[in-house]
C-alpha cells in the first residue's frame, strides 16, 4: 500500500495580537505609574530602622551640609492656598504670571526679597541661597505660621511634616528649623532616614521578627 501523506500545516504564528497586548500594558503602566518628585537638593540622611513611608503630600523642610534649607509643599490645594497668602502676608507683590511660576515650582529656596529675582530668572537650586532661618532671621518661622494656618481645621492623619536633613548638617542649623515649628505650635514632625535591615540578634529584631515567624507557625 502506498503511504499516507500528512500534509504540512505552517507552523508560522501571528504574533500581532500578543503585539498589541503587550503595548496596551506598557502603556497602562507608564500612564499609571507616578513618578518621584524632584528633590529641592541631595542630601545624604543618617541611616534607621524604620519601615514607614512618608506621605507624598507631606510638608518636607530639606537641609543640606551647609545648611541652605528648602520647602516643599506637597497637596497640591494647600499649596496653592498657602502660597496665595504668604502674597499678601509678607507683601511681596507677585504679578499672576509671577504667581503661576511659583504654584508650579516644586520648592522654595530663597528669601522673600529674592523670590521675585528668583522666579524671573528661573534660579536653580543650586544657585539658591536657601530660606533664612537663622537666630536673627528666620523666615521660615513665616512659612510655617501660613502652613499651620491652612491646616487648621483638618484631620491631624491629613497633615504630616517631615524634615529630611543631611547627615553632615550642623546642629544649630538643625535646631532653627525646630524653632521655627516651635514658635508656631508645629509640635509633631518626622525625619526622613535611609532605612536598613534589623540587626540580628538585637532585642528589637527578637520581638518584631522572631516572635512573629514564630507566632504563623
Keep these: 500500500m502506498p503511504k499516507v501523506k500528512i500534509p504540512r500545516k505552517s507552523t508560522t504564528i501571528d504574533m500581532t495580537a500578543m503585539c498589541d497586548v503587550a503595548f496596551l500594558l506598557l502603556s497602562f503602566f507608564i500612564l499609571a505609574t507616578k513618578q518621584k518628585p524632584p528633590e529641592a537638593i541631595t542630601v545624604q540622611t543618617p541611616s534607621s530602622i524604620s519601615t514607614e513611608v512618608a506621605k507624598e503630600k507631606a510638608i518636607l523642610v530639606t537641609l543640606n551640609k551647609e545648611g541652605r534649607v528648602f520647602l516643599m509643599l506637597g497637596d497640591k490645594t494647600k499649596k496653592d492656598e498657602i502660597l496665595d497668602e504668604i502674597n499678601t502676608f509678607k507683601q511681596l507683590n507677585l504679578s499672576p504670571a509671577e504667581m503661576t511660576k511659583l504654584?508650579?515650582?516644586?520648592?522654595?529656596?530663597?528669601?522673600?526679597?529674592?523670590?521675585?529675582?528668583?522666579?524671573?530668572?528661573?534660579?536653580?537650586?543650586?544657585?539658591?541661597?536657601?530660606?533664612?532661618?537663622?537666630?536673627?532671621?528666620?523666615?521660615?518661622?513665616?512659612?510655617?505660621?501660613?502652613?499651620?494656618?491652612?491646616?487648621?481645621?483638618?484631620?491631624?492623619?491629613?497633615?504630616?511634616?517631615?524634615?529630611?536633613?543631611?547627615n553632615l548638617a550642623k546642629y544649630p542649623a538643625f535646631k532653627n528649623i525646630i524653632d521655627a515649628f516651635q514658635s508656631n505650635d508645629l509640635l509633631r514632625f518626622k525625619l526622613v532616614t535611609n532605612p536598613e535591615d534589623l540587626p540580628h540578634g538585637s532585642e528589637y529584631y527578637i520581638n518584631h521578627v522572631l516572635n512573629k515567624t514564630d507566632e504563623k507557625e
Design 103 to 166: 504654584k508650579a515650582a516644586e520648592y522654595i529656596g530663597t528669601s522673600f526679597a529674592q523670590l521675585k529675582s528668583a522666579l524671573d530668572n528661573d534660579i536653580k537650586a543650586d544657585q539658591m541661597s536657601g530660606i533664612p532661618s537663622d537666630s536673627t532671621n528666620n523666615e521660615l518661622k513665616d512659612w510655617m505660621r501660613v502652613v499651620n494656618n491652612a491646616y487648621i481645621g483638618t484631620k491631624k492623619s491629613d497633615f504630616e511634616l517631615l524634615v529630611k536633613g543631611d
